[in-house]
């Protein structure tokens, strides 16, 4: 992880930034965009790329945890940071001292809360979670009304606003999508209990798929990195050229070798040559972000051309066969994200061959070596 690794992540700032105003631009006006900013920025490190959104304009920061929220304010990111996830009892003074929006679904963090207001005399806006069909974090819809009875009797505590999650949107044929929009425009945005709240509930794919459910705050993260959140681009408002994927990795080759037919390469010689080839070694491996599921499967870029991983990925190297690569050497540039000549290679192309999404090609890339931000 240090600066002299022959190992490079590069995120391209411009690439963010057109990608945020590409979202901004796709809701109508006064529809907030609330960038993702959890998993260190999906890869792309947290601080960086928040504040990279917050100059093209973005008000609006959501992390997963509370310690994540602290980082973003003790580096001077502006606007309202959203916890969506977790944070414990003894920490809630945090949301008072770095002026933080918590997610509540559980009536005792509200507590803590509300005590920690009367103490300090000042008050929290938090935002209600409901889960309309994910099946994950939130109060189930019709037990929403006695959870806003319940917050509501809280002394200094406002609810902001209310908050719910699609597990399909990529899914557009799918149905659970617009079941739960109804679940939750009837639970929390027509209650008529709460005024002057704020309702969010469109990801990536439902800004895309769904746009009568971005009500006033969408929560983007895979398509502000430049994924389309289905893993394709040519569906209506994403062309290809709308979004720009952010994140480059490159290595460098550490030696080239030629073996004769029959050699084994590397643990359990899953590979062996059938003719003589020329192989070259690269300082990747598992520890950098190249899944051990990849042996023998995924590609990289050598000189311009496409190059198979030959043999298992160990765990600081893996092997290409780079036969077909006119006049190789040591030191050449190896791109397993991104451009090269003619040929590019994405974080999709990776995420089928390993059978994930995006997401967490980005994540494991991106949060496992040396980043550098470039225009
Ligand atoms: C990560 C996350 C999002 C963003 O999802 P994308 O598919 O990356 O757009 C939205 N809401 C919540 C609660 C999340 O955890």
């Known amino acids: 992880?240090?600066?002299?690794?022959?190992?490079?992540?590069?995120?391209?700032s411009s690439a963010l930034r057109n990608n945020f105003r590409f979202?901004?631009?796709?809701?109508?006006?006064?529809?907030?965009?609330?960038?993702?900013?959890?998993?260190?920025?999906?890869?792309?490190?947290?601080v960086n790329a928040a504040r990279v959104f917050s100059d093209a304009g973005c008000m609006a920061f959501g992390v997963a945890e509370l310690r994540e929220a602290v980082i973003l304010r003790k580096a001077g990111i502006g606007g309202s940071i959203y916890v969506t996830m977790a944070f414990?009892?003894?920490?809630?003074?945090?949301f008072f001292k770095y002026d933080l929006i918590p997610v509540i679904y559980d009536y005792n963090a509200a507590l803590a809360l509300s005590r920690k207001a009367v103490e300090s005399a000042s008050e929290i806006t938090v935002h209600i979670k409901v889960?309309?069909?994910?099946?994950?974090?939130?109060?189930?819809?019709?037990?929403?009304p006695r959870f806003?009875?319940?917050?509501?009797a809280l002394a200094g505590v406002k609810i902001g606003g209310f908050?719910?999650?699609?597990?399909?949107?990529?899914?557009?044929?799918?149905?659970s999508t617009d079941k739960g929009y109804d679940l939750f425009s009837t639970g929390c945005i027509n209650n008529g209990r709460c005024i002057d709240t704020?309702?969010?509930?469109?990801?990536?794919s439902a800004v895309l798929n769904f746009p009568k459910t971005h009500c006033d705050m969408v929560r983007v993260g895979i398509a502000l990195y430049g994924y389309h959140p289905a893993g394709k681009v040519d569906q209506t408002g994403f062309q290809a050229n709308n979004l720009l994927p952010a994140l480059s990795f490159t290595s460098r080759i550490l030696q080239v070798k030629l073996f004769p037919a029959g050699a084994?390469?590397?643990?359990?010689?899953?590979?062996?040559?059938?003719?003589?080839?020329?192989?070259?070694?690269?300082?990747?491996?598992?520890?950098?972000?190249?899944?051990?599921?990849?042996?023998?499967?995924?590609?990289?870029?050598?000189?311009?051309?496409?190059?198979?991983?030959?043999?298992?990925?160990?765990?600081?190297?893996?092997?290409?066969?780079?036969?077909?690569?006119?006049?190789?050497?040591s030191g050449d540039e190896v791109v397993f994200i991104g451009r090269q000549g003619s040929e590019s290679i994405n974080a999709d192309d990776i995420a089928k061959s390993m059978g994930t999404i995006s997401y967490e090609v980005l994540c494991l890339f991106g949060n496992n070596n040396n980043r550098i931000y470039v225009e």
């Open 1 to 12: 992880m240090t600066d002299n690794s022959c190992n490079r992540v590069k995120v391209s």
């Open 23 to 46: 979202l901004q631009r796709s809701v109508n006006s006064g529809v907030a965009v609330m960038a993702m900013v959890k998993a260190d920025g999906y890869g792309h490190g947290m």
């Open 88 to 94: 414990g009892i003894e920490d809630v003074g945090l």
């Open 131 to 144: 889960d309309t069909g994910m099946g994950r974090l939130g109060v189930f819809a019709d037990e929403l």
């Open 148 to 152: 806003i009875d319940g917050i509501s």
């Open 163 to 175: 908050m719910s999650h699609f597990p399909e949107a990529d899914t557009p044929e799918k149905d």
């Open 198 to 204: 704020i309702c969010h509930i469109a990801n990536s």
């Open 264 to 329: 084994g390469i590397s643990y359990g010689y899953t590979y062996r040559t059938s003719e003589p080839r020329k192989i070259a070694v690269l300082p990747v491996g598992y520890e950098d972000g190249f899944s051990r599921r990849l042996s023998n499967r995924a590609t990289v870029l050598i000189g311009g051309r496409r190059v198979p991983v030959v043999g298992r990925i160990c765990m600081n190297m893996c092997m290409v066969d780079v036969t077909s690569v006119v006049g190789v050497k």
